[in-house]
């Protein structure tokens, strides 16, 4: 089996497919061509669009893992958000469609937070590491297709883009990561 991820190598996802398959690892803009050469896509941290041609050219779809309890904090840095606006936090792996992050789940955790001890980079930290840990302990079922899709209702949830991230950060600084979640929501 062949596997193209799209996103940085750096992470326990790669390593942990690499000693089952074939995989090439992508973080620049991939078209139709590469992707049907592919039996699956896996994007993980990968920053560009995916268009639609590119969508329909792969074998099983484009599998995304992305650190925030879907529909909830769509798009640019959930971590962030599912804070600032009190939203449920966790992880989800689904499939990639013309949205963003809207494609139909295929499976997620809900996570906690001590938010007395716990910052916006401890937090990091933790979503990803269970979302490497949701992919392998799934990978499986996933190429099984035994799981039940949910299908997303997009017109709820949030989402959030680059702009409204920085108009956050820009107010804080880098110290905006270190910073107790109880103390960052005093000071929104």
């Known amino acids: 089996m062949k ?13 942990f497919l690499k000693k089952r398959y074939v995989v090439e690892v992508r973080n620049v803009k ?3 061509h590469l992707v049907s ?12 669009i995916i268009k639609k041609d590119v969508l329909n050219a792969t074998k099983n779809g484009i599998i995304n893992l992305h650190i925030s309890y879907l529909p909830w904090n769509r798009g640019s840095s959930p971590n962030l958000w599912s804070f600032v606006e009190d939203t449920k936090k966790g ?3 689904h499939y990639m469609d013309e949205g963003i992050d809207t494609g139909d789940i295929i499976v997620q955790k809900e996570m906690q937070f001590n938010e007395k001890i716990e910052t916006l980079e401890t937090s990091y930290i933790k979503l990803q590491n269970e979302i490497e840990l949701l992919f392998k302990n799934n990978w499986d079922n996933i190429v099984n297709k035994s799981f039940k899709i949910k299908k997303q209702l997009k017109e709820s949830g949030t989402i959030h883009y680059d702009k409204d991230t920085h108009k956050v950060l820009d107010n804080f600084g880098d110290s905006i990561w270190k910073l107790p979640i109880n103390e960052l929501r005093k000071r929104l």
Request: proline share 0%; charged share 15%; aromatic share 16%.
């Open 3 to 15: 596997i193209l991820f799209l996103g940085n190598e750096k992470n326990s996802i790669v390593e």
């Open 91 to 93: 992880v989800t792996i």
């Open 30 to 32: 991939v078209n139709s």
């Open 37 to 48: 050469q592919f039996d699956y896509v896996v994007s993980y941290g990968y920053a560009h």
